[in-house]
């Protein structure tokens, strides 16, 4: 199984813990930025099988960058990783196209569990590579 994730966050502690998990489980991190632009621009040409977003990266939010990615790329797969519990904020982000929002802290076997799901899910391009968004 090879698949490529990208991560934005700007919380170093999950990241770091997201970002091993991702590797034990065969992931590729082909990108990593905390810049909310940067991860737009680089989700069109990397187009990665996966991203991992924080609501709050540097230069932009996390809402945001869900719903400029899914305007071009419908098929895209996007964790939130999030502090904030509001269940208005996170139904925003599910509405506007994350597949799930994970509290931070997360457990390590459910955050594992969901992404082995992902990973069953079918591929909708095979050019497809992750990207990692973090804030910097």
């Not at 502090?83 to 076997?109: E, T, V």
Request: some cysteine.
């Amino acid at each position: 199984c090879d698949w490529s994730s990208d991560v934005c966050s700007s919380d170093l502690k999950p990241l770091w813990l997201a970002k091993k998990l991702l590797s034990a489980i065969n992931y590729e991190i082909v990108f990593e930025t905390g810049n909310g632009f940067e991860a737009i621009e680089k989700y069109d040409i990397i187009k990665p099988d996966l991203v991992l977003l924080d609501l709050y990266p540097s230069q932009n939010d996390g809402l945001h960058i869900i719903q400029e990615i899914k305007i071009k790329h419908s098929e895209a797969r996007i964790i939130v990783l999030t502090r904030n519990s509001n269940p208005k904020i996170i139904d925003n982000c599910l509405y506007s196209g994350a597949l799930q929002c994970i509290a931070i802290p997360f457990n390590m076997k459910d955050f594992v569990t969901l992404l082995s799901g992902i990973e069953k899910l079918p591929k909708l391009k095979s050019e497809e590579r992750p990207l990692i968004i973090e804030e910097s």
